[in-house]
């Protein structure tokens, strides 16, 4: 790279035209879109850093490139503006601070969507009918691709509803599944031609061809997600908007949620992540956008992008290889999850042999088989798992997978969810399912049992020293001295361990016991609601459904849970054990000195924390009686605000809100 700042400016600028044209143009790109943005970042600084050197034709000052040659170029009534995006959550949470400021710190919703990743295009509609379609273009000019939008499917010809707006331009994305992907190259291998990389390439090579013929084979599909140019719109919100399309005939981008805060929004983009591999479609990273269009209105924009809209990408790796193997394995709830054991393969700088296939109907979704060639994906921090399979380099028959009707630990007959996709071992003595239940009861964020790791728990229940809960607490150090890599010593410490970790309080617990749809969050509401194991099992489904954040799912399983031989048992057996089970809230309130030093009192946690992690922290404020929330409000009585702290603490400042770090904390209660 050139060390003169002139120079490696031009040359940035070439390299990005470069990529510009091989996506947009030859829908061939050579670099992954994190190279891409590494490149735009880096010569945005440069630019900032010397702005003398800034020219009107450098790709920071424009949107995108040139239409497509041999389509009719046509002026978009209202641009098609790209929109800021960021790898960082620290650089996502800034964002929120930022519009929170712009709009004066009144309330926002804000709304979680799919980054679709296909090809942006615009729909026109006069009173009804489709007038036209464009790509986006350079943002101000797009490709008139009418003939071709035609064709997609989940594109009306005419809107249904009544009554239509009388001018309504619909933007959105054409996309390909990864379902039809297979089958076109199948198709592709009977003709003797070359198979496609991915559905973003067929999509964006097909969206521009001249023949509509060829357009119409590819199968591509339609989701919308934003309103150009309108007249007669009811909508006032976004989510509304959404459903106004979907009265229209018009397919909106699915699994849309919206959040009365950004920390709500930004916790839900991390559970998207983690369901990928139900889409059949690709995604490369969420949307959050302002609900409210008047307030989208106050915000506007930059010269190019809207300030009311940013995109959390991550990073997602693909890579092919073939599968050997699938096998199934028994988890602490009982279902049987099949794995995908693979030829290694290098991918996000890890060798992965493993992938998960989640259950029985992804398999057959996806048609696996032991022996495919597949496409495996790893994005953000979940798993690997596979995309497709490579029908087309199938070599011969190889038999359909058949699930397991037995669990394979115990013997007993497996059950399917009623209205579920996952299939169970009903057997709560299940050894399988007794290791992992013990694990996770033993786990940082359960009970936090030091010392209890995954060898040793494999060996506590494989002696039959451990077939409950209660039977951690009932183990003498003599009886651990003959395990492997367990003294004298070290079985003492572990007992010692053990027994501390009856004082974690009713919110722990709650999260141990692996109730089906009860983890960290859910367990702490519960616990800070009722305050004691026996006001909660005295609740009804209704009564526990009627708390904010409880649905009807989490109040059926929880009741089901504590109403059971096997939930009863378990209380009983841990209460006559000594386990505590009351919140730390109200043992706090009930004892004296300094564990009511918070009494009364809320506190908030943000921002990177140095000696406690968050849930540690939220843990030490219910033990000295205070309360624990999720948002600064005038209600706020202190903010422990760690490094990078970003909008919690831009509002707790503009409310007055004593701001304390985790050591000043410690100072106040005396530690």
Known sequence: MPADPAEEIVSLRERIRYHDRRYYVEAAPQISDREYDRLVDRLKRLEHDHPELVTDDSPTQRIGDEPVAGLEAVAHRVPMMSIDNTYSLAELTNYAARTEKLLGGEPIEWVVELKIDGVAISLLYENGRLARGLTRGNGRVGDDITHNVRTVAGVPLRLSGDPVPPVLEVRGEVYMTNSDLVLLNQEQQQRGEAPFANTRNVTAGSIRLLDPRICARRHLRFFGHGVGHAEGLRSANHMDFLDELAG???????????????????????????????????????????????????????????????????????????????????????????????????????????????????????????????????????????????????????????FPTNCPECGAALVKDEGGVYIRCPSTRCPAQLRERIRYFAGRNAMDIEGLGDKLVEQLVA???????????????????????????????????????????????????????????????????????????????????????????????????????????????????????????????????QLGLLAGKTLVVTGTLVKYSRDAMHELIRRHGGRAASSVSSNTDYLVAGEKAGSKLAKARQLGVPVLTEQELEALLGG
């Not at 029985?360 to 399979?389: S, T, Y």
């Not at 087309?392 to 997978?401: F, K, Q």
């Not at 409950?468 to 007992?495: F, H, I, P, T, W």
């Open 463 to 593: 002696a039959g020293l451990v077939a409950s809960y209660g039977d951690l607490y009932r183990l003498r150090a003599e009886q651990l001295e003959g395990l492997e890599r367990m003294g004298k010593k070290s079985a003492a410490n572990l007992v010692a361990c053990i027994a501390a970790s009856k004082d974690r309080g009713l919110a722990r617990l709650l999260g141990a016991l692996s109730i089906r749809h009860v983890g960290t969050r859910v367990a702490s509401v519960l616990a800070e609601h009722f305050g004691s194991i026996e006001a909660l099992r005295s609740a009804s489904v209704d009564e526990l459904s009627g708390i904010r954040e409880i649905g009807p799912t989490i109040a059926q399983s929880v009741y089901e849970f504590l109403a059971s031989d096997f939930g009863t048992e378990t209380i009983e057996d841990l209460a006559a054990l000594g386990v505590k089970m009351e919140s730390l809230r109200v043992a706090g309130e009930a004892a004296a000195g």
């Open 248 to 402: 229209f005939g018009l397919p909106a981008t699915p699994l849309a949620a919206c959040f009365d805060s950004f920390e709500r929004a930004v916790a839900h983009c991390e559970a998207l992540i983690g369901r990928l591999h139900e889409l059949d479609f690709e995604i490369d990273g969420l949307v959050l956008k302002v609900n409210r269009f008047d307030q989208r209105e106050r915000l506007g924009a930059t010269s190019k992008s809207p300030r009311w809209v940013i995109a959390y990408k991550f990073e997602k790796y693909e890579a092919t290889t073939r599968l050997n193997r699938i096998r199934v394995q028994v988890g602490k709830s009982g279902a049987v999850t099949p794995v995908a054991e693979l030829e290694p393969v290098e991918l996000a700088g890890t060798t992965v042999s493993r992938a998960s296939l989640h259950n029985a109907e992804e398999i057959a979704r996806k048609d696996v088989r032991e022996g495919d060639l597949v496409v495996v994906e790893k994005a953000g921090k979940i798993i690997p798992h596979i995309v497709r399979v490579e029908k087309h380099e199938r070599r011969g028959p190889l038999p359909a997978y058949a």
